[in-house]
């Protein structure tokens, strides 16, 4: 079975708008950049965790730290994925204990990823609070987690799937909804 764009949800000005958005719902809860950081789920969440950081740089002037987590090893589908499973590097340069962490992703759906890297962060401090920002949230949880910041809810069937495509790893910024093809 194949996938087939059903849909073009979101192009590079909704993203750049969406992500804007976010950036300052980020400092309004926060009240600023005082104890916050920023860490983005490998690969598209980090790229998605830059960008906000630096939109909240260039509004309020503070710098936001910028940590990317790879979550492989924290799976609970570990041995399903791959007999071999490639694992990059979790680079967060930070201490998380005591800080306001973002955690960024750019599909929220079983919520089984972000129970993952919400295990690792754990593992590597204390923070204050953990809050998830995501550009896309399409349902179908399986676990309870909800993001504090969304930036579109796009209701799915089982048979479709939401791509987000970033000029970092794609060539262009876009967010696209497949269908399987019967």
Do not use: W
């Amino acid at each position: 079975m194949s996938l087939k764009e059903k849909a073009n949800l979101m192009d590079a000005v909704m993203i750049k708008r969406t992500l804007t958005r976010i950036s300052h719902e980020i400092l309004e809860r926060n009240k600023g950049t005082k104890g916050l950081a920023i860490i983005g789920i490998r690969c598209r969440g980090a790229f998605l965790a830059q960008r906000i950081a630096q939109m909240i740089k260039d509004i309020d002037g503070g710098k936001v730290p910028v940590g990317i987590l790879d979550i492989t090893l924290y799976r609970d589908d570990l041995t399903m994925i791959a007999a071999c499973p490639v694992v990059h590097s979790t680079k967060i340069d930070f201490d998380v204990d005591d800080k306001n962490i973002v955690l960024v992703d750019d599909v929220l759906f079983t919520g089984r990823t972000i129970r993952c890297a919400l295990d690792e962060i754990i593992d590597l401090g204390r923070p204050r609070t953990i809050q998830l920002a995501v550009l896309i949230d399409r349902g179908h949880r399986e676990l309870p987690i909800r993001a504090d910041y969304v930036g579109k809810n796009v209701p799915t069937t089982r048979k479709e799937s939401v791509e987000v495509r970033l000029e970092e790893e794609d060539d262009k910024d876009e967010v696209v909804l497949l269908t399987q093809d019967d």
